[in-house]
């Protein structure tokens, strides 16, 4: 009796299931048809902008590092339909942002636009170097509109990485672990802090470093390699604040192992991650006081693994690539006010 009743009801949920697709189907044809015929030929729109629906329009003034990316295909939750990316300078005068990224325009003032900017046009200075790494800062004074960079306080806030809420699709076990400490670096400057931090803690614990002029690593075993340690060296090439790139999101937490960080402060770390993911060099007098410590977690699995309690709730996104970027610029250029101005990129950018 009950069977018969609930499959009744099964019945019922389905016939109307049926004509909510109906009519779905009929709205969607209805507002395809409507647009313009250019979009309808194309069966891939749904991710896609295309101009003629458009209400903004951004040039990328050059690709950056001349690296080329399919343009107008961002995935969600990243897409905006009404923007229209162009890499093609015929559009500047047309175009409602010109976005500018650093380093292929720094070389010389000449490297920006010669002709004189069309009202109400946004001038994005792009960048995701350290100030350490961005010379000549000075030719942006009182050009640019809007910042896109790490920095938390840019206009458009591009990170290496971030964390999302673990929604369950994610569990994590932490990998097999047969080694101690790990280190891939390719920039080795011996007067830099983390050199030298490096220098003096070798002293103390054993540190295997690969890259160019160490340990042979292709690229693509990076993740398996890295993720045998218990520890990884995310030291940054030079310190400032919310300057935390691939080699904290995706060499250390990607891998599956508990990074030791050098940059900027603890305060400034645990504005982005738990306190207990990472360990700050500074927590430690020495480089032998840290040493000591991590031949303790060693021996203290129970106390290692609380590394890992966060991963219970947050999943660490390091995937970040050129194209997640300019879409979030679209995304935020459609929020941002009519009228802004940064008289010294500069002063700011420390
Ligand atoms: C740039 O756009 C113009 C005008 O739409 C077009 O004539 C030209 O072929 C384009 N250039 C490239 C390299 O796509
Ligand atoms: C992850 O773990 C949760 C809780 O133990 C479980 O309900 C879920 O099915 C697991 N997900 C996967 C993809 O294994
Ligand atoms: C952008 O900045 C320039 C230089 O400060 C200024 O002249 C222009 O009016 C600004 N435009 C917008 C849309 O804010």
Not at 9 to 22: A, K
Request: proline share 6%; with cysteine.
């Amino acid at each position: 009796m009950k069977a018969e009743q609930q499959s009744k009801s099964y019945q019922q949920y389905f016939i109307i299931f049926i004509l909510q697709v109906f009519v779905v189907f009929l709205i969607f044809n209805y507002s395809t048809f409507n647009k313009d015929s250019t979009i309808v030929s194309d069966c891939s729109t749904s991710l896609l902008s295309s101009q003629t629906e458009a209400d903004l329009i951004v040039l990328l003034w050059t690709w950056p590092f001349g690296s080329r990316f399919p343009l107008n295909q961002c995935a969600k939750p990243f897409n905006d339909p009404r923007c229209f990316m162009t890499a093609n300078r015929t559009w500047y005068n047309r175009a409602n942002a010109v976005i500018f990224h650093h380093r292929d325009v720094c070389s010389s003032k000449t490297q920006m636009p010669q002709i004189p900017r069309p009202e109400g046009q946004y001038w994005v200075w792009f960048n995701l170097e350290s100030p350490s790494h961005s010379p000549n800062l000075g030719f942006m004074d009182n050009l640019i509109n809007l910042t896109m960079s790490y920095r938390s306080d840019s206009d458009i806030f591009t990170p290496y990485g971030w964390l999302q809420k673990n929604d369950l699709v994610h569990n994590f076990t932490i990998p097999k672990k047969s080694k101690l400490v790990s280190w891939v670096v390719s920039n080795w400057n011996p007067h830099s802090k983390r050199v030298q931090f490096y220098e003096e803690m070798k002293k103390h614990i054993t540190i295997d470093v690969y890259g160019q002029f160490h340990l042979p690593l292709a690229r693509q075993d990076i993740h398996t390699a890295i993720s045998k340690y218990k520890f990884y060296l995310s030291f940054e090439n030079s310190l400032h604040k919310d300057y935390i790139t691939e080699k904290l999101w995706k060499n250390a937490f990607k891998s599956g192992t508990v990074p030791i960080v050098l940059g900027s402060t603890r305060e400034n770390y645990e504005r982005f991650i738990p306190s207990d993911s990472f360990i700050h060099v500074d927590d430690f007098p020495s480089p032998k006081e840290l040493a000591d410590y991590l031949l303790d977690l060693d021996k203290n699995n129970q106390k290692y693994e609380q590394y890992f309690n966060w991963r219970s709730k947050l999943w660490p996104v390091a995937e970040v690539d050129w194209n997640i970027n300019y879409c979030k610029a679209c995304i935020a250029l459609h929020k941002a006010p009519s009228y802004r101005s940064l008289p010294s990129l500069s002063k700011w950018y420390t």
